[in-house]
């Protein structure tokens, strides 16, 4: 199975920006949508953008207009490119890869996560 690895959180302050990256074991082109979802301290687990294989992407509300996710199949890399963080932002950042078949219940694939947090 596919693994996840991400990278680039830390601490930032609010306005800054960073860039998270996650790098697949295997080639995701063709055979993977990817996102980011994040989670913060007594929340659940959001979806925050979804880059598909076709290209599609799909960005939660809070993050619209901020995040841009991109995907390098070269690479078996995809970015979230973070703009005008705030506080809220705040929470583990997952990679998440998903086989794109029309099913209940896809299988899917996760990164242990990064921190990303937004203070002064």
């Known amino acids: 199975q596919v693994q996840l690895v991400e990278s680039g959180g830390g601490l930032v302050q609010p306005g800054g920006s960073q860039r998270l990256s996650c790098v697949a074991s295997?080639?995701?082109?063709?055979?993977?949508?990817m996102a980011w979802y994040r989670q913060a301290p007594g929340k659940q687990r959001e979806l925050v953008a979804r880059i598909r294989t076709d290209g599609i992407i799909t960005y939660a509300d809070p993050v619209r207009g901020r995040f841009t996710i991109a995907r390098d199949d070269a690479k078996n890399t995809v970015y979230l490119q973070m703009n005008n963080l705030k506080p809220e932002d705040t929470a583990v950042y997952y990679c998440?890869?998903?086989?794109?078949?029309?099913?209940?219940?896809?299988?899917?694939?996760w990164g242990p996560g990064t921190q990303v947090t937004v203070s002064s």
């Open positions: 998440n890869a998903r086989v794109p078949i029309l099913a209940i219940a896809p299988p899917e694939y």
């Open positions: 295997e080639s995701i082109f063709n055979r993977f949508h």
